[in-house]
T-cell receptor, first 110, second 115 residues
Framework: SQQGEEDPQALSIQEGENATMNCSYK?????LQWYRQNSGRGLVHLIL?????REKHSGRLRVTLDTSKKSSSLLITASRAADTASYFC??????????FGAGTILRVKS | DAGVIQSPRHEVTEMGQEVTLRCKPI?????LFWYRQTMMRGLELLIY????????DSGMPEDRFSAKMPNASFSTLKIQPSEPRDSAVYFC?????????????FGSGTQLSVL
């Protein structure tokens, strides 16, 4: 079963615009992670936010976490064509088992 | 470090044949995970190991699936006999657990097609 569910399922934007993806989960967590997957490749870790953190930045990425609502958002600012990929949230609600959501497909048009 | 290495990259086989997927985790990582990715079911955790010991295999779909980790640098996932519904991309990932669930490093995956 999938712990995290991303929204929207797909997102298409113009280069330079911001992209926001959301993730909702069901059980309490220690941390939440975001990964990117380019077509035909393995997943690449982007950022980890712990349950006692509310916001975290990494370059053009900004992640927020609201444990009361069991939700997180990933913001990519000033998007580039190279940001085109699928983005997944993952939660550790089941101990050491990291469970992934269904993902958001992001397309950045140049 | 070369990262997590999986082989083969692609595997095409006929129904009923045995399939063995291989994984070499990053040196020093003590956790190893096998995931399966399909369009219908997304990323599913099949099994994971800690210090070469299988900890949770509840995601293994059937007895046709088995996984081993004979040492810290090698793991296999075997399907016998294979069926068309096993067609998927199989990923291996490894991590170091420093008291929390740290980030996973994924291999490039094995694209399995069972005809």
């Amino acid at each position: 079963s999938q712990q995290g569910e991303e929204d929207p399922q797909a997102l298409s934007i113009q280069e330079g615009e911001n992209a926001t993806m959301n993730c909702s989960y069901k059980t309490s967590i220690n941390n939440l992670q975001w990964y990117r997957q380019n077509s035909g490749r393995g997943l690449v870790h982007l950022i980890l936010i712990r349950s006692n953190e509310r916001e975290k930045h990494s370059g053009r990425l900004r992640v927020t976490l609201d444990t009361s609502k069991k939700s997180s958002s990933l913001l990519i600012t000033a998007s580039r064509a190279a940001d085109t990929a699928s983005y997944f949230c993952a939660t550790d609600g089941n101990g050491n088992k990291l469970v992934f959501g269904a993902g958001t497909i992001l397309r950045v048009k140049s | 470090d070369a990262g997590v290495i999986q082989s083969p990259r692609h595997e095409v086989t006929e129904m009923g044949q045995e399939v063995t997927l291989r994984c070499k985790p990053i040196s020093g990582h003590d956790y190893l995970f096998w995931y399966r990715q399909t369009m219908m079911r997304g990323l599913e955790l099949l099994i994971y190991f800690n210090n070469n010991v299988p900890i949770d295999d509840s995601g293994m779909p059937e007895d046709r699936f088995s996984a081993k980790m004979p040492n810290a640098s090698f793991s296999t996932l075997k399907i016998q006999p294979s069926e068309p519904r096993d067609s998927a991309v199989y990923f291996c990932a490894s991590s170091i657990n420093r008291g929390g669930n740290e980030k996973l490093f994924f291999g490039s995956g094995t694209q399995l097609s069972v005809l």
